[in-house]
């Protein structure tokens, strides 16, 4: 089982529509949880950090983090063409190191 | 928001150069900074974490003597690929924290290829 495990996608949405994007971990000890956008050929850029169980808004996203169920997941509203990227869940554990799923491609159809 | 910042952004150079990536972070300091390498269509791998002041610790299958990193001050890591060859070329990216829970920030990366 893979530590921090993600849908590769790609995921298709039209533009306007909700894009859910999910990530399941397997270090019940993790602690801090983190969403990052990385763009075709250019380095992951940080979204959304969640610590502590519930929903975590910040203006179209919000990040929802489940503990019990090991998962998270990132919601994007009103998705725009300019959010097509890889969305790459990260999980820092115990070791103090960030764990990084293989990241869901995200395509918005304008 | 914190900032890293990465040069060179691009290096092309023969078989046989080593080359010296720089790592800064410009409004905070680090006492650890994070090197990760990414192949194409895969994600990122940890390559080692750097401690200011002390040495490296790298993950299992990466070659210490092979990628030398250096963290002489709260703000500065470099890693240096010695005797770079065509399996080295790849997209070299650093990454800092302020500390405590912090997130990690990225710097842009380094994309290197090796002819």
């Known amino acids: 089982q893979k530590e921090v495990e993600q849908n590769s996608g790609p995921l298709s949405v039209p533009e306007g529509a909700i894009a859910s994007l999910n990530c399941t971990y397997s270090?019940?000890?993790?602690?801090?949880f983190f969403w990052y956008r990385q763009y075709s050929g250019k380095s992951p850029e940080l979204i959304m950090s969640?610590?502590?169980?519930g929903d975590k808004e910040d203006g179209r996203f919000t990040a929802q983090l489940n503990k019990a169920s090991q998962y998270v997941s990132l919601l994007i509203r009103d998705s725009q063409p300019s959010d097509s990227a890889t969305y790459l869940c990260a999980v820092r554990g115990a070791t103090n190191k960030l764990i990084f799923g293989t990241g869901t491609l995200l395509a918005v159809q304008p | 928001g914190a900032v890293v910042s990465q040069h060179p952004s691009r290096v092309i150079c023969k078989s046989g150069t080593s080359v010296k990536i720089e790592c800064r972070s410009l409004d905070f300091q680090a006492t650890t900074m994070f090197w990760y390498r990414q192949f194409p269509k895969q994600s990122l791998m940890l390559m080692a974490t750097?401690?200011?002041?002390?040495?490296?610790?790298?993950e299992q299958g990466v070659e210490k003597d092979k990628f030398l990193i250096n963290h002489a001050s709260l703000t500065l890591s470099t890693l240096t690929v010695t005797s770079a060859h065509p399996e080295d070329s790849s997209f070299y990216i650093c990454?800092?924290?302020?500390?405590?829970?912090?997130?990690?920030?990225f710097g842009d990366g380094t994309r290197l290829s090796i002819l």
């Open positions: 990454s800092a924290r302020p500390g405590g829970d912090q997130p990690q920030h």
């Open positions: 750097s401690n200011e002041g002390s040495k490296a610790t790298y």
């Open positions: 969640i610590y502590s169980n």
């Open positions: 270090d019940r000890g993790s602690q801090s």
